[in-house]
């Protein structure tokens, strides 16, 4: 019966599986004998393949992976010019994060790199950081997410490709991970990243603490679903991640009592993506993806807790 409903959900999404990277043998053109490609960076896919969307890795060993997103908008910068914002940049999150020595990703935004360089300078000098793609600037890829002011189809591969070009030159531990704003997806912005050759991240894990007014449901929400394998949605962009930094030592405080220790996506990841996972683990990423999207459609009044 089990097996049988493993085929069934194999059989039923086989084109969201990811898909392992194939070397294609060169054509004969060449005079240079043919060489293997080196592997991308992680999350790397083959160009033009449907990218894969992750919630978590394997759930087995102590491994999670925090993930801190920098949003930031057009109105993000008009209130940062107008003074009504003092930063998006929380620089607690990141000097805690330095001083504990623990690993972390940043989904970074292509307006929020230009807006902190310096910031963005650290980040990639920490050989236990790794930075990803979150949007030039954090519009929506669906129709309907949370208000936000939605990216034309026709622009969407462009915008994601500006991003990696944009935060690329600051080197450090660069990756193909991208994730959605609010982390809404369909097959129609799936399709239209294709071209870029990467992985979509969600999460398991949503702290929800954007507009956060207190630290403890932040550690409650994320120590009460934590789980090895675990993708920790958090945000560093302060003004409207406020009480992100007070929670964060009281959510490395319980890891640690549960046995659960951060570790870099990519090798969260590691078993996940490399297309040698078993059928088991496959469906069960397939399984809990659906699960995900249902937990972010119940949170749908209750917008900030889904955002990515
Ligand atoms: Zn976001």
Redo the contacts with the bound molecule.
């Keep these: 019966m089990i097996m049988l409903a493993v085929v069934a959900l194999l059989a039923a999404c086989g084109a969201q599986t990811p898909t392992p990277v194939v070397t294609k043998p060169r054509t004969v053109t060449s005079p240079k004998p043919t060489k293997r490609p080196k592997a991308g960076p992680p999350g790397a896919t083959r160009a033009g393949t449907r990218p894969p969307v992750v919630d978590h890795g394997p759930r087995t060993g102590h491994r999670v992976a925090l993930t801190f997103?920098a949003?930031m908008t057009d109105g993000m910068l008009y209130n940062l010019r107008t003074g009504r914002a003092k930063s998006y940049a929380n620089l607690r999150i990141i000097d805690l994060l330095e001083k504990e020595r623990i690993p972390a990703t940043f989904?970074l935004t292509g307006k929020w790199v230009e807006r902190y360089p310096e910031v963005t300078r650290r980040l990639a000098a920490n050989p236990r950081f790794e930075l990803a793609n979150?949007t030039y600037g954090?519009q929506a890829f669906t129709a309907d997410c949370y208000g936000l002011p939605r990216v034309p189809t026709k622009d969407m591969t462009a915008d994601v490709a500006k991003t990696f070009d944009t935060i690329a030159p600051y080197g450090g531990r660069q990756t193909r991970y991208f994730?959605f704003?609010?982390l809404c997806h369909d097959g129609a912005a799936l399709a239209a990243l294709a071209p870029l050759g990467l992985t979509v991240v969600d999460g398991d894990v949503v702290s929800g603490d954007p507009f956060a007014k207190r630290y403890q449901p932040i550690v409650r929400a994320v120590l009460s679903t934590v789980r090895p394998g675990s993708i920790v949605i958090l945000?560093v962009t302060e003004e409207n991640a406020a009480m992100t930094d007070e929670a964060l030592p009281h959510i490395l405080a319980g890891l640690r009592e549960r046995g659960l220790t951060p570790a870099p996506l990519s090798d969260v990841l590691a078993n996940d993506t490399k297309g040698d996972d078993t059928k088991r683990q496959r469906a069960s990423r397939h399984r809990d993806g659906h699960v995900n999207r249902d937990l972010c459609a119940q949170h749908a009044d209750r917008t900030h807790r889904c955002?990515?």
């Design positions: 997103d949003d989904f979150h954090h994730r704003p609010g945000h955002r990515g």
